[in-house]
């Protein structure tokens, strides 16, 4: 292989692309208000990358509460329901500082480009930030059956681009993606704090003034 040669890349969505989170806490907090009890921007930490019905797991487990399941897929399904509401309105100035940029240089080099997201609503969100064009595969929740860190989602990126995942750059702002990337044979570069991602081959805050040049040189 050889070291910096790169013939594709795969986004996370959700905090790489966009900052979805902020809504994804708005709606779980809703629930867990109506169940009775407290929902912090901290407990908010522990459900990015993780799926809608792991998230919701995770958020009874915190209110200390159990339900069967019926209950639980019409839980999932309000707080979606919320959720949707907000991201219906989202507009290409949510794209995150740097990322159109980044794309165009990538494209301008014949990088190819494809989503992994652990999201179902990814379509959507990509249409409402008019950026579905820019991706070459878009795998998301729809079409996966394992979680982050199974590394599923991007294998099957790589596979859709007809890639090796040997020559493949995964960016990802969860630690469960960039486990995955990396149970996927890929690189890593890690999207926010060095202290939590440091294990992802090189770490940064975010793509405003980031280039591929600086992406080739540290891997
Ligand atoms: C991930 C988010 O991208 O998608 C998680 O980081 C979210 O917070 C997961 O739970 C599933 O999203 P959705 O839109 O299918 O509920
Ligand atoms: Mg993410």
Redesign the pocket.
């Known amino acids: 292989m050889i070291k910096n040669f790169i013939e594709a890349c795969i986004f996370?969505?959700?905090?790489v692309v966009v900052d979805?989170?902020k809504y994804?806490f708005i709606a779980w907090k809703a629930l867990a208000e109506e169940l009775g009890f407290e929902f912090t921007h901290e407990d908010n930490e522990r459900?990015?990358?993780?799926?809608?019905m792991?998230?919701l797991e995770i958020l009874l487990e915190i209110g200390g509460l159990q339900f069967p399941e019926r209950e639980k897929l019409a839980m999932?399904e309000k707080?979606?329901t919320l959720?949707v509401s907000y991201?219906e309105k989202m507009t290409p100035q949510e794209i995150l500082p740097g990322v159109p940029e980044f794309l165009q240089e990538l494209k301008n080099n014949r990088i190819k480009i494809a989503l992994g997201?652990?999201?179902?609503?990814?379509p959507m969100i990509l249409d409402r930030i008019q950026l579905t064009e820019m991706f070459d595969a878009v795998v998301?929740?729809n079409s996966i059956t394992e979680a982050k860190p199974n590394p599923e989602v991007f294998l099957k990126g790589a596979e859709r681009l007809g890639v090796l995942p040997e020559n493949c750059v995964v960016f990802e702002?969860?630690i469960a993606g960039v486990e995955a990337a990396r149970n996927a044979g890929m690189r890593c570069i890690g999207i926010g704090d060095p202290e939590t991602l440091g294990f992802a081959d090189l770490v940064i805050p975010g793509f405003d003034g980031f280039t591929l040049e600086k992406l080739k040189t540290p891997l």
């Open positions: 996370d969505l959700d905090g979805t989170a994804h459900l990015k990358g993780v799926s809608r792991a998230s999932a707080k979606n959720y991201i997201s652990a999201s179902k609503n990814a998301d929740g702002d969860a």
